[in-house]
């Protein structure tokens, strides 16, 4: 797949625009455990996932941290280019959960774009309404749903993206993305354990119930 | 003030456009208490404040409200017309805190807008962002405050909403705007009062101590 059909506008920009563009869009690849963005300190830019998997997560003064969403291969990245619209305020941090290739384009020249190209400046409201639809959805789940709820889920999905029932997860990055506390989460998975839902082993989570784990997940969205 | 210096790509507009929007826009007063949006069934479209207080607000399926922000004169609310972008995936509701004109803009009118001017596409980005950084806020909030310093942020604020410290707020009122259980709100204003920080009357929470409130709301902002 080439870059350019990742972009849906690619086609409604000028040729001028495309060559703008395709000069300043830099390919590159990073390691797993890779920090890309950190907070409004840099204006990195957009990244746009060619492949692997990114988390982008929040961290509070106290140093807590959590999960907002991740970006899989097609999603593009925009907040690690805050600088761009005014209003943004508020930090992202997004780090590389497996080895991945991003393209990178610079701020500023996605900013003369949106200014310039109706298509561009359409494309990221659609793609803020997305972002913003997921926050509002942990918003939810923050809200309204139990610690051990969230942290089935959280397995589910871990389970769902490594497409393996054995995690390699450490109880603080669990805790990190649920953003509470490692003792909640210990605690919580020998609760599971002792209930045959996983397995503890060393360094890894083993997946035993997947059926009932979904049932856990799901009680509040009856 | 006119309507059209409300809206910051006015000008922007062909004179074609101009036209359609004003033949299509609608001003209505409402009563404190009126509900202008309900969730995802409706698209009511684009409400522009030109007087008054909105609260916008979601609703958990346990029926628990939480405040997302307020909306004064001059604030667009872009979420009553969510039906515009197929991204946004959630719901949420809108009610007038006081006596309050909006001017009401049809989803359809806007979408067309939005679709043939950079103006008002980037305009609606610049819109979503400053949505996004209040309920970003919120979730820190969420995430990072306890119970206390919330409940004394939110006194002050709707103390300086209303240039009165007197407030006529109920304790479920305060339960909804926080998101959380009334019973919470009354233990904690009765710890208030026992501070001397309010004193709690029939239908009245007067706070005698704004600065000490001060210093508890900005307890985790050291």
Redesign the interface.
Known sequence: MTIQAYLPFWTKLTAAQQQTLEGAMRQKTVDAGALLHSGGDDCTGLLLVTEGQLRVY?I???G?E?TLYRLLEGDMCLFSAACM??????DVFVRAERPSAVVHIPPEVYKSL?????AV??Y??????????D??????Q???KKIDERLAALLLEEAGLADNSALHLTHDQLARHL?TAREVVTRMLKYFQSEGLVSLERGVILLRAPARLQEIAAH??R
């Open positions: 929040t509070s003064e106290e807590r959590i619209l005014n209003s943004i305020q508020f949106m200014q310039a190209s109706l400046a359409n990221t409201n659609e793609l803020m309404a997305s972002r913003f639809s926050v509002m959805w942990l918003l939810d923050i809200l309204n953003g509040s969205l």
